[in-house]
Nanobody, 122 residues
Framework: QVQLVESGGGLVEAGGSLRLSCVASGRAFRTYAVDWFRQAPGKEREFVGAISRSGDNKHYHDSVKGRFTISRENEKATVYLQMNNLKPEDTAVYYC???????????????WGQGTQVTVSS
């Protein structure tokens, strides 16, 4: 069992930055890839990016490539989502999730966090 708790969301102006953290409890954290998703009001939950168990492999949605960076510190059971040059269209609730392999497929998610709100003003 893995429990995930996101933090770091908030209100930022366009062009600004935020760093989200996803802290995991449970000794099995190292055995899971971690994925980030987001959901804007009235829209489906969409993939943002993912990182492998070791941190060696990372994947990003095209809309965030070059602006967002995922990293992890397994000794701290924490994954980060660094978001730079934020745009109003990045406004959403951001969720971290654990899966056996990095994935953009919601059906492959084993555990979800509760989400953290990110709002980008224009």
């Amino acid at each position: 069992q893995v429990q995930l708790v996101e933090s770091g969301g908030g209100l930022v102006e366009a062009g600004g930055s935020l760093r989200l953290s996803c802290v995991a409890s449970g000794r099995a954290f190292r055995t899971y890839a971690v994925d980030w998703f987001r959901q804007a009001p009235g829209k489906e939950r969409e993939f943002v990016g993912a990182i492998s168990r070791s941190g060696d492999n990372k994947h990003y949605h095209d809309s965030v490539k070059g602006r967002f960076t995922i990293s992890r510190e397994n000794e701290k059971a924490t994954v980060y989502l660094q978001m730079n040059n934020l745009k109003p269209e990045d406004t959403a609730v951001y969720y971290c999730a654990a899966s056996l392999i990095p994935t953009s497929d919601l059906r492959r998610i084993n555990f979800w966090g509760q989400g953290t709100q990110v709002t980008v003003s224009s």
